[in-house]
């Protein structure tokens, strides 16, 4: 007979511990401020979600984390760090606006083109990070973190140059996109419902090359022992590449969702961090799909609800990224701390996938 497990073997523990603990340091945090805990948590909730319109705002917060995290499920579960999200939704934005400021087409087949260049501009970029660590044998990492600043010097260049507005160049980025080349929104709330229910293909998809192909097999067998894996006789360095792409092309349609359906416009911060924030995503949903939307709408209505904060307590609304980032730090340390200790031992980046 197998000994009995303790509750704090358990994976109910493990999974619920972190996050009471990373509630319990804010908390904590905010009392050394002299600001009052519960009513700070209470009005990131009522900013989140006390009207429709907040609902939606949520919604479209929600959808580029989606996409940018469904991309990055497939890059973590071959062991790959896709740190380039950033670069790669300015390169779907950039475009996805080219596209809207040069092709005169009927609404559904002008929105139609945008989708396909944003996820070409993303994929593109997504596959050069790829090459650069394939046949340059550079760190996706370092990679992926010097396209995102050449990324970001080409969306300013445009902005500010070839793309200007008459009256002259400004943060507020390009003059705003025809209207054919607006993503509908549902009534009067900045809901785009088809930016969602993309978000929403692209997690099926994930989930379903991890969970249903002999491709998510050969990369989950990359991300346990990339050595192996080559000598059986899998294609890594192509694997390594379409996982790249497939990455790099949904962040780039997160880029050219933010462009088309939030902005009408191209701004230069129309990444927003959102790259580095859904790599925040994935690892808090232990890197798997089927998890990330739940993940996504958690750091999502903190974005969405922060904002309450300086208007109502007089905190600054990046204490919403504290706890993003605190519940992540402790998430990680528990999951370190599980297997010192002995229990359950937490999946691996491939695993979880």
């Known amino acids: 007979m197998k000994p009995e497990r303790k509750f704090w073997q358990s994976a109910l523990f493990w999974n619920v511990a972190p996050i009471l603990a990373a509630l319990l ?21 009522q900013g989140a979600f006390e009207s ?6 949520v919604a479209m917060a929600w959808t580029p984390l989606a996409l940018i995290g469904a991309g990055m499920s497939l890059t973590f579960a071959a062991g790959l760090w896709n740190i380039g999200a950033e670069g790669q939704m300015i390169l779907g934005a950039i475009c996805a606006t080219w596209v809207a ?32 660590k394939v046949y340059a044998r550079v ?19 445009l902005i500010f140059n070839p793309w200007k507005p008459e009256r002259g160049a400004t943060m507020s980025g390009t003059v705003p996109f025809p209207e054919a080349a607006w993503v509908p929104r549902l009534g009067n709330t900045r809901l785009a419902p088809l930016s969602v229910v993309l978000a ?45 792409a497939i990455c790099g092309a949904l962040a780039g349609l997160a880029g050219a969702l933010q462009a088309t359906a939030v902005y009408h416009r191209l701004i230069p911060r129309i990444s927003g961090g959102l ?10 949903a232990n890197y798997r799909p089927e998890l990330i939307p739940a993940v996504a709408i958690f750091f999502a209505a903190i974005g969405v609800g922060s904002p309450r904060l300086e ?9 919403g990224g504290v706890i ?15 297997k010192r200790l002995g229990g359950a031992r937490p999946p691996s980046t491939s695993e979880g996938s």
């Open 25 to 45: 340091f804010t908390t904590l945090l905010m009392l050394a401020v002299g600001a009052p805990p519960l009513r700070a948590f209470v009005e990131i909730l």
């Open 324 to 338: 993003e980032g605190t519940v992540v730090l402790f998430v990680l340390l528990g999951a370190g701390l599980r």
């Open 52 to 57: 429709p319109q907040k609902w939606a705002d």
């Open 139 to 157: 760190h996706e990492i370092f990679a992926g973190l010097g396209l995102n600043f050449i990324a970001t010097a080409l969306i300013i260049w």
């Open 200 to 244: 929403l293909i692209a997690v099926l998809a994930a989930y379903f090359l991890l969970k249903g192909t002999r491709f998510g097999l050969e990369l989950r067998a990359m991300g346990k022992n990339l050595r192996a894996a080559f000598l059986q006789g899998i294609p890594t360095q192509r694997h390594t590449l379409v996982a790249f």
């Open 311 to 319: 208007l109502n307590l007089q905190l600054d609304a990046s204490l």
């Open 101 to 132: 400021r040069n092709v005169t087409l009927p609404q559904p087949v002008l929105l139609g083109l945008i989708v396909l260049a944003g996820l070409a501009g993303g994929a593109l970029w997504g596959l050069l990070t790829g090459s650069l």
């Open 275 to 284: 790259g580095y924030t859904g790599m925040l995503v994935v690892i808090l």
